[in-house]
């Protein structure tokens, strides 16, 4: 969770991220600081790592953030240099193990994937698994971009049609109830009798013959 008020979150605050309240200002840059982070956690929840936002959290409590998180993926590429300078295939302390345990995490498994990229492969290439993921990032933004351009408008279209269907649908549910509340179709219910309008002279006589206002003798 992301909130510029602590009160917000009171229930879960070690799941949380803190930004001091925007007001306005062009040049805030809070929010837009905090996505290489944000690309990480969303990099870790679809690697197959187990990850727990609450220990990411934790390691980075008392400091900025931002300015942590790049302190940090600046010094696993120092020591990922290194690693591929001398020739060093990932081990329990390679870099990219290095790096995730510094955010509480465990290390990356063998085998592990990032959409067709093995991840131990693109890290011996000199790929960063952070890398990888916003270049996989970057080519589905791509083409989803690509799809919107040429289909757009007929994606608009056939939204337009179905929302538009299911209004009828709606309209037509809403006609069947209230006509089946009213009792629509059913004969009219048959009313009381109202006496005519005897004048009271009439209808005292009448009433002493024993014989309705509307009843002649």
Known sequence: MIDTDPS??????????????????????????????????????????????????????????????????????????????????????????????????????????????????????????IDMYRDFNKQNYVHLDKQIRENGEQWLKEMAEEEKKMQEAQLNDMKAGAFSWLGAGNSAPQTATVPSAASAPEAAASHQGGVPPTQTR
């Open 8 to 129: 917000h979150v009171k229930l879960q605050p070690e799941n949380a991220i803190i930004l001091p309240k925007w007001k306005g200002e062009p040049g805030d840059k809070g929010l837009v600081a905090l996505i290489p982070f944000l690309e990480y956690l969303a990099m870790m929840s679809q690697t197959g790592t187990p990850i727990d936002v609450r220990t990411v959290l934790k390691s980075m409590e008392g400091k900025d953030i931002p300015v942590e998180y790049a302190r940090r993926e600046a010094k696993l590429r120092e020591q990922f240099k290194r690693d591929l300078e001398q020739q060093q295939k990932k081990t329990k302390g390679s870099a990219g193990g290095m790096f995730m345990k510094s955010l509480g995490l465990d290390g990356p498994k063998q085998g592990m994937v990032l959409g067709d990229q093995n991840i131990s492969q693109g890290m011996s290439e000199g790929k960063m698994m």
